[in-house]
């Protein structure tokens, strides 16, 4: 069975930064794909940032030039640095391999 452990969220006031973590349980699958998506109660969830196997990156137009992900391989992780939040960022974030696995996610507050 697939495990994705979500940390690292909280509250944050505007224009600080949060570092997200997904530690990532499962057996040798390749090169997957794996990303970040968040939700608000009501609302569909959304992608933000998503990274391929092959080192590609895809982010939604909400956070491009102030998200970043990143896969450490030697801890079987995957991060999402989030600067210069927003009070619009608020959301649970869940981190989700293959577009199919899903942790249970971590609340990111922004404050104004």
């Known amino acids: 069975q697939v495990q994705l452990v979500e940390s690292g969220g909280g509250l944050a006031q505007r224009g600080e930064s949060l570092r997200l973590s997904c530690v990532v349980r499962?057996?040798?699958?390749?090169?997957?794909?794996i990303g970040w998506y968040r939700q608000v109660p009501g609302k569909q969830r959304e992608l933000v940032a998503e990274?391929?196997?092959?080192?590609?990156?895809t982010y939604s137009d909400s956070v491009k030039g102030r998200f970043t992900i990143s896969r450490d391989n030697g801890r079987a992780a995957v991060h999402l640095q989030m600067n210069s939040l927003k009070p619009e960022d608020t959301a649970v974030y869940y981190c989700c391999l293959d577009q199919y696995y899903w942790g249970q996610g971590t609340q990111v507050t922004v404050s104004s």
């Open positions: 499962t057996r040798y699958i390749g090169t997957p794909t």
């Open positions: 990274l391929t196997g092959g080192g590609g990156t």
